[in-house]
């Protein structure tokens, strides 16, 4: 008797032990890791990876500063509330504005994973946001699917906001963009 109680508790052993191999051998389905190296940006591309695990729309996450503090932030909900001005950039500032209690963000920094298309510069603008900091050009915008150049002449072209406008962290933000690639998304 005491011998099958040995026996079973080994057997029980091995199970464990083999489990435990077993599980960290199942590969990881996490949502991919993506780093960049400016704090808020990093806060801007997980806003776009939670709206493209949800099918929010776009891969496009904002983050809205003041004094180093984030005071604001949201992601594309075009296709999650059939709302065509929904863009992160459009939800970073209503969140933004509710957060402070003005529709005035003076003194505001945003950041946002693709250089805002002409509608969010202008919101960016009417808000009075001092800096833009962007990931992805217009032009990689176009290279997965948004339509934003196709605006741009009537706003006067990008030249005219180069001191505005300042891109960051190009490459994690194009790594972002790839995995939007690789997800079912609709282009609209």
């Known amino acids: 008797m005491k011998r099958m109680c ?6 029980i052993l091995l199970c464990l032990v083999f489990s435990a191999a077993s599980a960290e051998a199942v590969p990881d389905t996490a ?23 949800n099918g929010h729309g776009g891969p496009f996450g904002a983050v809205i500063t003041l004094n180093g503090e984030i005071v604001g932030q949201g992601h594309n909900m075009v296709l999650a509330n059939n709302d065509p001005t929904c863009h992160g950039e459009v939800s970073a500032i209503r969140d933004a504005c509710a957060r402070l ?7 505001c920094e945003l950041y946002t994973v693709g250089e805002p298309c002409p509608m969010c510069l202008f919101a960016c603008l009417w808000a009075n946001i001092g800096h833009v900091y962007y990931g992805c050009t217009i032009e ?3 290279m997965i699917g ?9 706003a ?4 005219q906001w180069a001191d505005y406008l300042t891109c960051i962290d ?11 690639l690789e997800n079912a998304h609709t282009i609209y």
């Open 6 to 11: 040995l026996i079973l508790l080994a057997l």
């Open 31 to 53: 949502e991919p890791v993506i780093l960049s190296e400016n704090p808020y940006m990093q806060v801007a591309i997980d806003e776009a990876l939670e709206g493209i695990t």
């Open 101 to 107: 209690g003005t529709y005035d963000l003076s003194g």
């Open 140 to 142: 990689d915008n176009a």
């Open 146 to 154: 948004f339509r934003d150049e196709a605006f741009d002449s009537l």
């Open 156 to 159: 006067g072209g990008r030249e």
């Open 170 to 180: 190009r490459e994690a933000c194009l790594a972002l963009f790839e995995t939007y």
